[in-house]
């Protein structure tokens, strides 16, 4: 095990009624907020009106970047952190999904310089200062509102690049499972999916972990195999939503990594298919991860699947490893494909063959994902087959 620190300062306001909190939150930043959201759901579920209100009350001078789209154009981000220098913006407001909260985040890092905030992902600029964030999530997935990551997508290049970097960190985070009850069944399902993904590729390790992590991770992913489903077909559920939101935050805001330092496998991988067909992250990554799982089982890595599959499918301990991991994988997919409904290929979503090879070269950037198993291009090759 690595020596690691843990350092997790997002301020969360977690549950109904706590948006009265907002207004002082944004004013101990400054006076001018940069408001950003996405397409339009939050002025449908009336959680706009409520945040102007808010605003108004705080005496807040308030100026707005909206339509922010899933998988989040590096435009956009242009677009805001030129608007933050103009209006000399003082602190960020992001209310949205994953998309939005990825997108604010470079917006404040991107008013602090003077290239273009493509470099944070072209050319690894560094990211030293960022405007404060805060953020009113509205969809349980990413986990965005407490991590210091976000993906941003370059229509022009076929490019989708992650960055992490310390000061995107949201300083205060909002958190109300009601305002996910108007989240589809399907983006419920999508965002499930990335829960669970931000799970197994830490879990999925041969390096040697906490014991008190693993039982973590496991009680997390058992969490979502129960509650997704509920949420699905009531999405008024509070104690699902509630569940779902409050996992996809700790699925990835660093606790459960514990020092680990192995590369994920899928989400590189995911980010190539949404960087050409714009495909919903969650469903992308349920489509990799079952093939992923099997690629990767082998004499080497067999008891992590074991583990899996009794604590968290419950399944008969006493059978064959290898028949425990198969039916382990099995079950994973299942949950995906039939309970949550999630398209189980390529060929189902509109991903050709054809760009199979330069996916997988893109995805490990011409070297290898140093992940469960190490993955080259040719393995990566051969996930992207079995997933047609
Ligand atoms: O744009 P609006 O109108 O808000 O609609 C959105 C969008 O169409 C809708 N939605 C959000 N909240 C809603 C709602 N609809 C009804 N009611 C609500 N309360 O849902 C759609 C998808 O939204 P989006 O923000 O794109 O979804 P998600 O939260 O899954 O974010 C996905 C993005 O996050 C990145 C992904 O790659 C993808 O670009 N990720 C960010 C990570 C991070 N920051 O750490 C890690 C993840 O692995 C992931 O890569
Ligand atoms: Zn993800």
Redesign the pocket.
Known sequence: MNPFIYDIPTRVYFGENQLHHLGKEVAAYGKRVLLT??????K??G?YDAIRAELDKAGMEVYELA??????RIDSVRAGANLCKEKQIDVILA????????AA?FMAAGAYVDHDPWEFFSSNAPIEKALPLITV????????EM???????NLETQD?L?R?APPLLPKVSFLDPT??????PY?TA??AA?IL??ILEVYFTTEKDLYMLDCFMEGMMKTVIRYTPIAMKEPTNYEARANLMWTSSWA?NGFVNGGKEHDWSC?PM??EL?AIYDI???LG?AIITPRWLEYCLDETTVDKYVQFGVNVFGIDASLPPMTIAREAIQRLADFLFKTLQLDDTFTKVGIKAEDIPHMARKACGGGTLQGLKPLAQADIEAIFKMCI
């Open positions: 959201y996405g397409g339009g759901s939050i449908k579920i959680l339509g922010i789209a899933p998988n989040p209310v949205g999904g994953g998309s939005t909260l990825d985040k999530l509205t969809l349980s997935a990413t986990g965005s991590d210091c990551g976000g993906v941003i997508s989708k992650g992490l305002v996910t009850y108007s989240v589809s983006q999508c965002g990335d993904s931000h990835i989400h995911e980010h949404s919903t992250h969650g990554l």
